[in-house]
């Protein structure tokens, strides 16, 4: 020991993290045990000694902790009870966690022989648990299978004896395979044309594949659409079924649908499937869950983790059976022709007898059954015995005899044997014929059949229904119910009664009659009352009512109807309206309309006032009186009116005195004449006294009128007038605006507007281009000469058609274009003569324009003498220039 | 390709289908409405780093919420509700609907159109009301079929919230 190290501390500090040791006992421990090794402690005891109590102290002291906790857990693992818990707490964590392909791997032996197990000791667990799951599964195999037997079946048939079939059947032979094989192989021709893989949850479209040379509308949007259809039938017949929609079929086209735990596979096939094809697709979906069922679970509309799918959708498409096209072997057909035919031939013959009687037994039964339908016929047996035909039952004698609905049954009379017993069909036809036979109903009683009722209905005497009556109570229990409610009595006294009444109800509707008693005693009819002369005759009336006259007593006292038709009658009657007056019923007062003289209207004045009291009121306050003078007023009012009516007169004042019209006023001069549009109203001009004073009238027409005149307006110019004012539109001369301005202001004075504010000046842009021209060209002569030298041609030519030009361009815009042409002198010599020289060279160049086709009206001439030179002269080049013709151009 | 499956939900003549008719590729007719409740449309939105095609099941709009085909939504991502601006009812018909969804399939992302926005005159729905859905953060554009307002920046914000 020799470490410096005090040994107390030592454990103390190494250990200070562990609180549960107690340090100082550990530390006093180790201490006396270091002070007790020594040689002599070792020679005494011969060896460490095997129980030191301190030895264990020391232990319990460092690892008790350990040694509860190890105990713990061994008890644990002793006790299988306890152990179970403990791993059953964990276990389903465990196997959650567990890699699946090692888990499956483990578990694989184990559940194996459970389930075996489990159906050793009782099937019928398992059969319960699974029998939802295969239950569809089996149907719908079971279904496909025996539709694939049928449509085996149904083609082998269909084929068995065509061309075609012994051509197969041939195939059948050589190939080994069975009929329906190649039958199947060669009628089935499909193709399918797309196959859609879509997501189940979503109906997004996962995949789709297409054959060669098919076409179709989106696929994403279809295979969305196939699946709302899937839901739509699903939802609209609470259809609780995995599958869903299995088959569409639209013509020639089928849309086949497998539906997965997580995709749908739709193939769209044209053409003829067989069964069979469904396992083939089912398939193929089967395989593609199978490799990528993960992806296909977490699809969210990314379709970059299936893009291998399409390759198994390929094998899909390619799926078809076409038409095969092999050559046919026509040596070896031709002998099994022959061996066919030899054979044929005695089976035909064979068969062929056998079928006849078998035709022959068929026509009995057809006639059995026929007479089992006839009503009043009940057969009770019927047999075929050795060739002949018996036949037993009960007819009733109504019935159809059984003997005549044998002919043309083609069954021999002779061979049949019958035996029919009468009896009373209850049957309601039956019964009506016996009926009909024992009543003997007239004419007027029509017997029917209605729900098994017999029902009489129409007329018929009392002592017939009282007969029908008694046969009704004798009709058996259990037959039909005869039913006579419906025939009426119509025994001569009740008719006749009848009739009396519909003329006695035809009388009281007649205006004018009052009924006011009737009766009928010992067959003869009684009548009194009332009735307007005007109205209808009651004998007139009976004609046509069957009521025999002779028997007719009536008592008639006359009055005077106050019903307004009446009274109108009388009126009429009375007063004789003239043609221009028309009476008429308005709301039951009698109304007069139209002109009468008044004369006639004082006498229908009176006539309304003798009328009665409470009959109609009499209203003539509608017609006109038309005395020759009133109707003669009425014609010169109507004059005056249209007087009045006309712009640009002015009607101050008119009266009507003696048989004399007098009427003054004003009128424009621009206005109609007042004696012009007397004609036409029926006022004699010569009664008509008028005094007319001119005035200039304010209207704008008039105005518009007085302007055009007065400003006499270019064509370009347009006059109009707009909601009373006077717009004046186009374009003018500067010169031709300014009078107008003018006129404007003119006129507002006496409150008119003239709007000139529309018109602008003419555009003379390129006209003013070709004044600056023309008046810039100046003519020049030599000293003395009024006629220009040679080398002045070519500007009087350019000249000349610079005028033309100009005069046209402004015609157009319809100003007219004047030029004054100016004669110039230099100062050499007198002013008389150079005045005179002036002159002269200007109606020389006058002359030789108008020799180059400008007319000469547009061509002033001046001559200015010295008075205007050109430039100042005090040099011989100033003198020169000076002599000249100049032009100006002037506009009007 | 990345596709979605969309609903469109809304009350009875809100216009959702004539706001889509315009913007988007359709084969069906609108028969399928009537017939079988739904049609089924097309919409490409392109997002700068890839196109999304929206498969918009637009459901046949009723204003009897009962009769609504709740199970056309399933395995939808998102929804376009649809009101009409100048019926204030048909915004509680939307909502309402909305939350059927929700009921049935969880929470999924949605946009709120509000049409006929160009009916000013006879607007029904008020400026707070609107701002206060804002709030909670949604998505909400005024839109118009006739004049194609809003509609395309409505499917593009759409699009980005369901590829998120």
């Known amino acids: 020991m020799t ?36 040689p002599d402690y070792r020679a005494r005891f011969d060896g460490v000694p095997t129980a030191d109590p301190r030895m264990e102290t020391l232990r319990q002291l460092l690892v008790s902790r350990e040694i509860s906790e190890l105990s713990r857990v061994t008890h644990l693992l002793d006790e299988p009870e306890q152990l179970a818990t403990a791993v059953g707490d964990v276990l389903p964590s465990a196997a959650a966690r567990a890699s699946h392909a090692q888990l499956g791997e483990a578990l694989a032996p184990a559940v194996e022989r459970a389930v075996q197990r489990s159906i050793q000791k009782s099937p019928r667990t398992l059969t319960d648990i699974l029998y939802p799951v295969f239950l569809p599964a089996i149907r719908k195999s079971i279904g496909e299978k025996i539709d694939q037997t049928f ?137 593609i869950h199978e490799e990528s069922s993960q992806a296909l679970e977490q699809f969210d509309g990314d379709g970059s983790q299936l893009a291998s799918v399409e390759a198994q959708l390929q094998t899909c498409v390619e799926l078809k059976q076409e038409e095969s096209n092999e050559g046919f072997p026509w040596l070896v057909a031709a002998v099994a022709l022959v061996l066919l035919s030899l054979a044929g031939g005695w089976y035909f013959l064979s068969w062929q007898s056998a079928q006849r009687w078998q035709a022959y037994v068929s026509r009995w039964q057809a006639y059995v059954s026929r007479l089992e339908a006839q009503p009043g016929i009940i057969v009770a047996e019927q047999q075929v015995r050795d060739g002949q035909f018996y036949i037993a039952g009960l007819r009733d004698p109504l019935a159809a005899d059984p003997q005549s609905l044998l002919s043309g049954t083609e069954v021999d009379p002779a061979q049949v044997h019958s035996q029919w017993q009468f009896y009373e069909s209850l049957e309601p036809e039956f019964v009506l014929k016996r009926l009909t036979a024992s009543l003997v109903p007239p004419e007027t009683v029509r017997l029917s059949i209605a729900n098994d009722r017999i029902v009489a209905e129409g007329e018929a005497p009392d002592t017939w229904i009282d007969r029908a009556r008694a046969a009704a109570r004798q009709l058996s229990a259990g037959g039909p119910e005869f039913d006579i409610s419906k025939v009426r009595d119509v025994s001569p006294e009740v008719r006749q009664a009848e009739r009396w009444q519909a003329y006695v109800s035809r009388l009281e509707t007649q205006p004018g009659i009052i009924v006011a008693e009737q009766k009928i005693r010992d067959g003869q009819f009684y009548i009194a009352g009332l009735r307007d002369p005007l109205g209808a005759d009651p004998q007139s009336l009976l004609s046509g009512t069957e009521v025999d006259p002779a028997r007719v007593h009536s008592q008639w006292q006359f009055y005077q109807s106050l019903e307004p038709e009446f009274v109108l009658k009388r009126l009429t009657a009375s007063l004789y309206p003239p043609d221009t007056v028309r009476l008429s019923i308005v709301n039951g007062r009698i109304v007069a309309k139209g002109e009468a003289p008044d004369t006639w209207i004082d006498r229908a004045r009176a006539a309304a006032r003798q009328l009665s009291a409470g009959g109609p009121e009499f209203d003539i306050s ?57 004609s036409g109203t029926d006022v004699d001009p010569a009664r008509v006294h008028a005094q007319w004073q001119f005035y200039q009238s304010l209207d704008p027409k008039f105005v518009v009128k007085r302007l055009t005149a007065s400003l006499n307006p270019p064509k370009s110019v347009q006059l109009s007038i ?47 281009y070709l004044r600056e021209a023309i008046q810039t060209t100046d003519i020049f002569f030599s000293s003395g000469k009024v006629v220009p030298g040679p080398e002045q041609t070519p500007v009087l030519d350019r000249l000349a058609d610079q005028i033309k030009v100009f005069a046209q361009n402004a015609r157009k815009s319809g100003v007219t274009a004047r030029f004054m042409l100016t004669g110039h002198s230099d100062t050499t010599g007198r002013e008389t003569a150079n005045a005179s020289i002036s002159a002269a060279r200007a109606e020389t160049v006058r002359a030789l324009l108008n020799k180059r086709g400008v007319a000469p009206e547009l061509l002033l001439v001046r001559g200015a003498g010295t008075f205007e030179p050109l430039v100042p002269e005090n040099s011989l080049a100033g003198s020169s220039t000076n002599r000249r013709v100049s032009i100006t151009v002037n506009l009007d | 390709m990345l596709q979605k499956k969309i609903c469109m939900l809304g009350g009875f003549a809100v216009g959702k289908t004539s706001l889509v008719r315009r913007f988007v590729q359709s084969i069906f007719s609108e028969t399928y409405l009537t017939t079988v409740g739904v049609k089924i449309d097309k919409k490409s939105v392109a997002l700068p780093d890839k196109t999304v095609d929206l498969i918009l099941w637009d459901l046949a709009g009723e204003d009897d919420i009962g009769s609504f085909r709740v199970s056309y939504v399933r395995g939808a991502t ?80 759409l699009a980005l919230m369901v590829t998120k």
């Open chain 1, 3 to 38: 470490s410096t190290v005090d040994p107390l501390n030592l454990p103390q500090r190494t250990a200070s993290n562990d609180t549960e040791v107690d340090r100082e006992a550990l530390a006093r421990l180790l201490i006396e045990i270091a002070r007790n090794v020594d």
């Open chain 1, 622 to 678: 509608m017609v006109r009186d038309v005395s020759p003078e009133a109707r003669s007023a009425e014609h010169w009012q109507y004059y005056v009116s249209r007087l009045e009516a006309q712009p640009g007169i002015i009607v101050a004042q008119q009266t009507a005195r003696g048989g004399h019209f007098y009427i003054s006023g004003l009128r424009d001069p621009l206005a109609a004449d007042p004696q012009a549009l007397l």
């Open chain 2, 78 to 157: 998102g929804l376009v509700l649809v009101v009409d601006g100048t019926r204030a009812a048909t915004l509680a018909v939307a909502l309402t609907l909305r939350e059927r969804v929700e009921a049935e399939f969880g929470a999924m992302p949605f946009i709120l159109l509000i049409n006929k926005s160009d009916l000013a005159d006879r607007w029904a729905i008020s400026d707070s009301e609107i701002d206060e859905l804002r709030q909670r953060g949604w998505q909400i554009y005024l839109t118009s079929a006739l004049t194609g307002e809003h509609v395309d920046d409505a499917f593009h914000q």
């Open chain 1, 151 to 287: 449509q085996s079946l149904n083609e082998t048939l269909r084929h068995i004896f065509t061309w075609h079939g012994l051509k197969w059947r041939f195939e059948a032979w050589r190939t080994g395979a069975s009929f329906s094989e190649v039958v199947l192989k060669h009628s089935l021709v499909y193709r399918i044309e797309h196959a859609f893989l879509i997501h189940r949850n979503s109906g997004l479209l996962i995949a789709h594949v297409t054959a060669d040379n098919a076409t179709s509308e989106d696929p994403q949007l279809i295979s969305s659409m196939l699946s709302a259809i899937q839901d739509f039938v699903k939802d609209s017949f609470n259809e609780k079924e995995q599958s869903g929609l299995d088959t569409i079929r639209f013509g020639e086209l089928r849309l086949w649908s497998e539906v997965g735990p997580f995709a749908t596979l739709v193939s769209v096939i044209r053409g003829n499937p067989p069964e069979g094809l469904h396992e083939i697709v089912r398939d193929v979906l089967l395989r």
């Open chain 1, 722 to 768: 707009v909601q009373g004012r006077i717009v004046a539109v186009g374009e003018a001369p500067a010169g031709w605006i300014n009078r107008a301005q003018a006129a404007a202001e003119q006129l507002s004075a006496d409150g008119v507007v003239l709007d000139v504010s529309q018109l602008s000046e003419l555009n003379l842009a390129e006209l003013n």
